[in-house]
């Protein structure tokens, strides 16, 4: 897929403030620091598009992006910022977690796991989570520049087999990187997919 035009829209934390919901959405979500708004910026080739940094709990609202005038891609807040006050953890729970369970447009949920680490609870808990809820996602392993492809291998089968124990049919997974680019191609086919379904 072409990216023609990605324009930034809205930030929000009020869940019926959100952009009108009469276009497909996708959401990127996962840890903080895990790499969401460079992925967005990757996948877009825009430098600045979403705001990046490299201090965790950079991105704190429900940033809507649209994309070709055609769909919208939404920046989330990362969950697991161990530095946030227990007031801002369950604020963040309430508005994301709502986000995610009301937006009637929301196609697909890309959930990002650092291709470094072992399986962590926090992210196989909100997989778990989203399965409950019925909310379909993909896995996306990022920072695949940062060491090598056989680590990565390693750790998304460990991730996977933690999955099976939940899922009947755990969701595929890419593979990605934002400094190389790797597995943006392929993101893009997914929602194009999805988009002409
Ligand atoms: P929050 O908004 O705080 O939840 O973080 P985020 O998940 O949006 O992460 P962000 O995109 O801001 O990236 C965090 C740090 O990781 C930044 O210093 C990025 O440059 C770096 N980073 C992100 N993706 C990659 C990648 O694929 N490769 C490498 N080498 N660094 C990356
Ligand atoms: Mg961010």
Partial sequence: MNINRAEFLTSNTDVTKLPEANKAEYAFIGRSNVGKSSLINAITRRKGLAKT?????KTQLINHFI???EWYLVDLPGYGFAQTSKKNRASWEKFIREYLTRRENLQCVFVLIDSRHEPQKIDLDFCYWLGE???????LFTKADKHSMVKSDQNIAK???ALKT???EVPPHILTSSETKLGCEQVLETIDDINKN
């Fill in 53 to 57: 940094s490299q201090k965790p709990g």
């Fill in 67 to 69: 994309i070709n005038d």
């Fill in 133 to 139: 809820q019925g909310i379909p996602f993909l896995l």
């Fill in 159 to 161: 991730f996977r087999k």
């Fill in 166 to 168: 939940w899922f009947e």
